[in-house]
């Protein structure tokens, strides 16, 4: 009689299944690593946005200051996004017949607000607070880069608890002076570390132990 498997066939069975259980663990790992990735924070990538305003000509080229816009950046935990009324103090005298402005003109005219499309959000378990880090010296591109070069906005950091963490234990590496907050092509020096750790007493700053309690971002 012949036989109904070669011999031989349960080692290649064997290998087989050796294989597919490689297979799967393999891919479970990739897909953790996946879910922690800039990927699934979606970073760098533009959300659409009812205009396609641009921080490239707006501040980039024009040079408007974040806070003509961002009022509350320096007062509140919020940075505010403008009302309609911000833009139009520019755009009812230029580009006045631009169709790209058409729902700029349509929210004044029938007074409804603009809908931007969030850009960077934090889960409601985690507490932040806007003008704590700028009055104390960090700068608006530590955490959402170089703004001023962005077409369309998007997120240039995933706001993970370790990217959070990682300024919280050492903020000595990135602490500026008070007027480098708004540069945003500001970059650590040589001698940050010396430099970082005086601004950090100066602004009477938490150790770093302290800073990086649960209950500071828990509440
Ligand atoms: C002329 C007004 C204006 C100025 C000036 C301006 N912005 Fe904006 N900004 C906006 C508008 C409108 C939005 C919402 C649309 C978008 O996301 O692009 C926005 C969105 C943002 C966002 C994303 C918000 C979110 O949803 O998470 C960040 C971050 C930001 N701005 C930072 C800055 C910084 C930093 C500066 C200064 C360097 C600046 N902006 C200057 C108007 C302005
Ligand atoms: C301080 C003046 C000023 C303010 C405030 C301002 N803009 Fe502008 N905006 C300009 C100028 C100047 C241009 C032309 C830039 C260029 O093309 O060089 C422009 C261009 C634009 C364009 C491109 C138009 C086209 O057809 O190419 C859009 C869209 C726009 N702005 C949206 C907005 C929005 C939305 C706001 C409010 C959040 C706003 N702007 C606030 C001055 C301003
Ligand atoms: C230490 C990190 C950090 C710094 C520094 C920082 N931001 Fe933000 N920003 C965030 C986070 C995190 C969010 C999302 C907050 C949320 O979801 O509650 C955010 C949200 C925003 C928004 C969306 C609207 C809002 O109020 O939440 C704007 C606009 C903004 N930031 C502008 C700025 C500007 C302008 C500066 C500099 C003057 C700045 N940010 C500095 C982390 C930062
Ligand atoms: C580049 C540095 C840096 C980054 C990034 C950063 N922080 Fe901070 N954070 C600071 C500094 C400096 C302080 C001021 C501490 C002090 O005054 O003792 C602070 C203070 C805080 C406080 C205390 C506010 C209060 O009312 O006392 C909270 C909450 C906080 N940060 C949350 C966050 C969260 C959430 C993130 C991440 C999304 C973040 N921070 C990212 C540097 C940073
Ligand atoms: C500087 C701010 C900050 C501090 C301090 C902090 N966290 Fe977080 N935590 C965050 C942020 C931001 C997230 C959201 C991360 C995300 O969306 O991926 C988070 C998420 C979490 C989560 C959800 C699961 C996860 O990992 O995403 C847990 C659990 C957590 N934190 C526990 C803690 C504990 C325990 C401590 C104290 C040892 C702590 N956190 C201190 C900012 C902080």
């Known amino acids: 009689m012949r036989q109904l ?8 069975l064997r290998l087989v299944l050796l294989v597919a259980a490689v297979l799967v663990v393999g891919g ?10 800039n990927w699934a924070y979606g970073v760098g990538v533009a959300p659409t946005q009812p205009v396609p305003f641009s921080h490239k000509h ?7 200051d974040c806070r ?16 309609t009324w911000t833009c139009m103090t520019c755009h009812s005298q230029i580009w006045t017949g631009s169709p790209m402005l058409a729902p700029v003109r349509d929210s004044l005219a029938d007074d409804k607000p603009l809908h931007w499309t969030r850009v960077n959000r934090l ?20 955490c959402h880069g170089a703004i001023n070069t962005m077409q369309l906005t998007y997120r240039a950091h995933a706001f993970t608890m370790a990217f959070c963490l990682n300024c919280h234990r050492n903020p000595q590496r990135f602490i500026r002076t008070p007027d480098q907050v708004w540069n ?6 040589a001698d940050q570390e010396r430099i970082g750790r005086a601004l950090v007493a100066q602004a009477h700053i938490r150790p770093g132990a302290q800073l990086s309690d649960c209950s500071t971002c828990h509440r």
């Open 28 to 37: 479970l790992v990739v897909a953790g690593g996946i879910s922690r990735s």
């Open 123 to 142: 889960p409601d378990y985690v507490y932040f607070n806007h003008s704590v880090h700028v009055t104390k010296g960090i700068g608006c591109s530590s």
């Open 58 to 64: 707006h501040v980039g080229e024009l040079g408007i």
């Open 5 to 12: 498997f070669a011999p031989g066939a349960d080692a290649i």
């Open 68 to 83: 003509y816009c961002h009022t509350s950046v320096e007062k509140a935990s919020t940075a505010g996004i403008p009302p």
């Open 184 to 189: 945003m092509e500001w970059q650590p020096g």
